[in-house]
């Protein structure tokens, strides 16, 4: 059921993206960032940077809509959500997709080019299954397709009165951007009591209501390709290791959690990490700033960073970590 489940999803996402002609994020590379951010970190021309996208259905929508579900598992709540139940329910739901699409596409923006991802998909379920991993279609295709942003819309139909005896139909219309890495809600737009034909106010008004949603997102990615990031970082040490991250480990009395702060203070972007959680066995940093490309100019994301820590700590200290990372934006380390 869950194969099935992920390809009809798949239907969706193609449907919503493929328009744009190949021009996506080819091998998880961050859309103009390469042009704009040198390997000193300066940056230049920071105009021309735009954020790959990928465009969604809120869940909102998807629950109202009946295509959200839920269930259990493990004593976790799992979301199902069926992207390809949402586009085939009615035409006006392809007109969204399709005109988000093209206005973005007409700006200059990337939408990905899942061709490649799409056919990871069930293989990557399958494993993830047997490792006793759940992620829904969201999370998967989130961490293949690594967009910069997503963009996910929700609009409902309501009569509205307008005399005694007539009632209108009425649209309420929004659209949020959300930070792939962080979920940062980035910028929203809100239109509401749109009278007349839903599709003509897409094809004819919906530009014009546009630029301030998009100001908001080009003030967002600079923030991004200057400054790194945002990311979380989490050390846990396991139950049974004998590892406390408040023991010495040298006859200076510096101690694991010390290493450790100091690390993340030299790897993170200008030092910025916010220390949240410290005890003997966890420490857990908010908004660490990372850079936003490997050395081979591909996207860096949470997994590196934790890979990067795991190399040197294991290195210096020749105790065994595990990376446990998770998504784009929450990096995990486990010291055994």
């Known amino acids: 059921m869950r194969i099935k489940f992920l390809q009809l999803t798949v239907a969706f996402i193609i449907a919503a993206s493929f328009a744009s002609c190949g021009g996506g994020n080819k ?45 259990q598992y493990n004593g976790r709540t799992v979301y199902d959500r069926d992207y390809a139940g949402f586009l085939l329910n009615n035409t006006t739901n392809k007109d969204v997709v399709r005109a988000i699409q093209n206005y973005f596409i007409g700006q200059g923006y990337p939408l990905n080019d899942l061709e490649q991802s799409i056919k990871s998909l069930n293989v990557q379920e399958n494993m993830d299954d047997a490792d006793g991993v759940i992620k829904d279609a969201k999370t998967l295709l989130v961490e293949t397709v690594r967009p910069d942003i997503i963009l996910e819309f929700d609009y409902e139909l309501k009569n509205a009165k307008v ?41 004819k008004q919906l530009p014009s209501d546009m630029p301030k949603f998009v100001g908001q997102i080009k003030e967002y990615f600079k923030d991004i390709v200057v400054n790194g990031r945002d990311i979380t970082f989490r050390v846990v040490v396991e139950g049974n290791s004998a590892v406390n991250l408040g023991d010495d480990y040298n006859d200076m009395g510096d101690t694991y959690a010390d290493w450790i702060r100091e690390w993340v203070k030299t ?48 290195k210096t200290f020749q105790i065994k970590s595990v990376n446990t990372t998770q998504g784009l934006g929450d990096a995990s380390i486990m010291i055994k």
């Open 163 to 203: 005399s005694r005896t007539v009632t209108e139909e009425r649209i309420d219309y929004s659209m949020a951007a959300l930070d792939a890495f962080s979920n940062k809600s980035v910028a929203s737009f809100v239109k509401t009591d749109i009278d007349g034909n839903f599709t003509t106010y897409l094809e």
């Open 27 to 71: 091998e998880g590379k961050l859309s103009d960032i390469n042009a704009v951010e040198d390997k000193s970190g300066k940056v230049n021309v920071i105009e021309q940077a735009k954020p790959a996208l990928m465009i969604i259905p809120s869940d909102q929508f998807l629950q109202r809509s009946g295509f959200l579900k839920t269930r």
């Open 267 to 314: 790897n993170a972007k200008n030092g910025s990490a916010n220390l949240n959680r410290n005890t003997n066995k966890e420490m857990f940093y908010t908004s660490v700033r990372v850079t936003n490309n490997g050395e081979d100019g591909t996207q860096f994301n949470a997994y590196d960073f934790a890979n990067a820590f795991r190399k040197e700590f294991t």
